[in-house]
């Protein structure tokens, strides 16, 4: 668990804090707080609440609101629960919010860049979590993320968005239906939202899981495309690797600091069966991705042995006509012999020796078939012909 304490700086949150400091005009009412209402548009703040013995009691309009809320004595003997949710705030905001709850400056400017790895920091008494969500999108074979990032304070929580998983109003949903347990404080808001988180990676791996198996039909099969398939899918597997490998660490971080922080014990039962499913979720991810190396090595054996079996039989096709045109040109030799002799003796010249001869032409049909005799047995003992 890392512990951070806050940096003293002489100008506070440099210059995203100068942002909220600009003074109203006067007579003017703070900014209404975009909502959630209308399909397409980007709201900034989706729900802001206070909550008190684990039941919603307000509904602000502004964080401002919310924090003056907290630091109410009167008519409350129950401790109070701030929780606001923002989806992809304006820097100005967070730095608003930064000022209001006195957060960490570092975690500040990590909630702002996004684009961080999964981890949990412990700023003094303010926690700092990034967690990814994902969804499996089936028709593209890709997983898509969602980063989230928390805030977590005795009495405040913060969560931000950068996409639109996870859905945290179903999380909120349903602690509201369960106030004993939202009354425990920002641990079973981070409890909720961490299962809510974990929960949301088994239909990921229940998509992974059916297309590691079409990809084995494919690969015996012989489908030409299924090597960049198997590519593919092999890196959204170590994407889901990156998201979900340091979220052990995150549950351990937790664990450890169960006695220091007198968490609740239903809550440390809660944390614990979501680090269980966390161990089971990396298991089956490293499973999915020696699964894919097999299946990467067994389509190369299999192209291989293809390959081989292609060249195999190129070369008895080759081999094959080799032979044919070692036959014809054993015959062309044995006919091309007769032919030579036959144009010696054809040819018309007056004084040509064994013209006159009685037993020159039984000589020259002799001498044809002897030579073609010789030629014949000479290929026939090497299997020209």
Same mark, same amino acid.
């Given at each position: ?6 940096? =003293? ?39 802001? +609440? ?65 684009? =961080? !790895? ?22 593209? &074979? ?17 969560? #931000? ?7 945290? +109003? ?10 004993? @347990? ?25 998509? @992974? ?26 890196? &959204? ?34 944390? !614990? ?10 298991? !089956? ?10 299946? /990467? ?7 291989? =042995?293809? =390959?081989? &079996?292609?060249?195999?039989? /190129? ?57 073609? @005799?010789? /030629?014949?047995? #000479?290929?026939? !003992?090497?299997?020209?012909?």
């Amino acid at each position: 668990m890392a512990d951070r304490r806050r940096p =003293q700086l002489t100008a506070p949150l440099t210059a995203l804090s100068t942002l909220t400091r600009r003074p109203r005009p006067a007579g003017l009412a703070p900014e209404p707080v975009t909502r959630l209402e209308l399909p397409g548009r980007a709201p900034k703040l989706i729900d802001n +609440a206070v909550y008190s013995a684990g039941r919603r009691v307000d509904t602000p309009e502004s964080p401002e609101e919310s924090r003056t809320w907290l630091r109410l004595t009167d008519g409350f003997t129950e401790n109070r629960l701030a929780w606001l949710g923002l989806y992809r705030p304006e820097p100005h905001q967070v730095g608003e919010l930064a000022e209001l709850f006195d957060l960490p400056e570092l975690a500040v400017e990590d909630a702002i860049h996004a684009h =961080q !790895r999964p981890k949990f920091e412990r700023y003094g008494d303010t926690l700092f979590v990034v967690l990814k969500a994902a969804r499996y999108l089936d028709a593209r &074979e890709e997983v898509e993320f969602g980063e989230l990032h928390l805030f977590l304070g005795r009495d405040f929580v913060i969560t #931000i968005r950068h996409a639109e998983s996870p859905d945290l +109003a179903r999380v909120r949903r349903r602690l509201e239906s369960d106030p004993e @347990l939202l009354a425990k404080g920002s641990e079973s808001v981070l409890y909720a939202i961490l299962d809510a988180v974990v929960d949301g990676y088994l239909p990921v791996l229940a998509g @992974l899981d059916k297309d590691i198996d079409e990809i084995e039909l494919e690969v015996f099969r012989g489908d030409p495309k299924v090597s960049r398939r198997i590519y593919e899918l092999s890196q &959204e597997v170590l994407d889901v690797q990156r998201a979900t490998a340091p979220l052990a660490g995150i549950c351990a971080a937790i664990t450890a600091g169960f006695e220091k922080y007198a968490v609740d014990e239903d809550l440390r039962a809660a944390l !614990r069966d979501v680090a269980d499913h966390v161990t089971g979720i990396n298991e !089956r991810v490293d499973a999915f991705r020696s699964q894919l190396r097999d299946i /990467l090595t067994v389509n190369a054996t299999l192209v291989a =042995q293809r =390959q081989n &079996e292609e060249m195999k039989t /190129l070369s008895e096709t080759s081999i094959a006509q080799g032979e044919e045109v070692k036959k014809i040109s054993a015959w062309a030799a044995i006919l091309f012999a007769p032919s030579l002799v036959g144009g010696v003796y054809g040819m018309n010249f007056q004084h040509m020796p064994e013209l006159t001869w009685v037993f020159g032409y039984p000589f020259a049909l002799t001498l044809m078939f002897g030579i073609s @005799l010789a /030629l014949y047995v #000479i290929f026939k !003992r090497r299997d020209w012909i």
